[in-house]
C-alpha cells in the first residue's frame, strides 16, 4: 500500500508526457477535445485517478483548458505556456525541426548580443581574463566537437555572469536544460568548419577595447553562423 502514491504519481506522469507530446507535435491542435477520462484511461490502461492527475498537468503547463462539466480543449501553447516547455518543445519534435532550430538561435543570438555589449561595460579585467583562458582551450580543442560544446557553454555562462542581470540569469538556465538535455542534437555546431571561435577572439578584443558594438556583433555572429544566418537573422541569398 505504501507504493501507490508513488506508482501513481509515475504512471500520471508518463501520461501527461505521452499528452503534452501529442500537443507539442500538432497530432492535438488548439481547440481539439481530449478524450474523455473513461477513454484515456481505457486507451492508455490507468486507472481515472491517474488521467485526472496528468490533466491536472497540463493544465498547470498551460497546454489545456479544464471546464468542469464539459470537454477539456487544447490551448494555443505559444499563447499560454510558459519558457519551461522549450526543452519538452525540442524533445516532442524528435530531430530537432529546422524552424526550431532557426527559432532557437535568434533567441540565442539575442541574448549573447545583448550580454556581450553589457560585458564590454561592465567586464573587468579577472572576467575578461577568465574568458579568454576559455577561447585558448578552445583554441586547444580544434575538432573536437564534445570539448569545444562545454567550453562554449562555459562561455556563454560566464558572459551571462559579467552582465548581473539575475531575470537573464534564470532564463539562461532554461537555455542550459535545452543543450543539456540533447547535447547530441547540437554537436553538428562544433564540428569541422562549422564552429569558428574566431567570433570569441573578436569578443575577447572588444571587451578590451570596451566597445559594445563590436561585442555585440560578433556573439550574434557566433549566435548564427552554425544555421548559415546573417545579423539579420535572414538565410543569405
Given at each position: ?21 501529442a500537443i ?70 524528435g ?50 566537437a ?6 562554449d ?8 555572469a ?44 572588444a571587451?578590451r ?29
Open positions: 500500500m505504501v507504493l501507490v502514491g508513488p506508482v501513481m504519481a509515475n504512471t500520471s506522469e508518463r501520461l501527461a508526457s505521452t499528452l503534452r507530446s507539442l507535435t500538432g497530432r492535438l491542435r488548439p481547440g481539439d477535445a481530449l478524450p474523455s477520462e473513461r477513454d484515456l484511461a481505457e486507451t492508455h490502461e490507468v486507472n481515472r485517478s491517474s488521467v485526472r492527475e496528468a490533466v491536472k498537468r497540463l493544465e498547470a503547463w498551460g497546454l489545456v483548458q479544464v471546464r468542469h462539466g464539459g470537454a477539456t480543449k487544447v490551448r494555443d501553447f505559444l499563447l499560454s505556456a510558459g519558457i519551461d516547455l522549450i526543452p519538452h518543445l525540442l524533445e516532442a519534435s530531430p530537432v525541426a529546422p524552424e526550431v532550430l532557426h527559432d532557437l538561435h535568434e533567441v540565442r543570438a539575442m541574448l549573447l548580443g545583448w550580454s556581450a555589449e553589457q560585458a564590454a561595460v561592465k567586464a573587468d579585467a579577472a572576467s575578461i581574463s577568465r574568458l579568454d583562458a576559455l577561447v585558448r582551450r578552445m583554441e586547444d580543442a580544434r575538432g573536437k564534445a570539448t569545444l560544446q562545454e567550453l557553454y562555459e562561455f556563454f555562462q560566464q558572459l551571462v559579467i552582465t548581473g542581470n539575475r531575470v537573464l540569469a534564470l532564463f539562461a538556465n532554461v537555455v542550459r536544460d535545452v543543450y543539456l538535455a540533447g547535447r547530441d542534437r547540437f554537436l553538428p555546431m562544433y564540428g569541422p568548419g562549422v564552429f569558428e571561435v574566431g567570433h570569441h577572439q573578436r569578443l575577447v578584443g571587451l577595447a570596451r566597445d559594445p558594438a563590436a561585442a555585440g556583433a560578433a556573439m550574434r555572429a557566433h549566435a548564427l553562423s552554425p544555421i548559415g544566418l546573417n545579423a539579420n537573422g535572414k538565410a543569405p541569398s
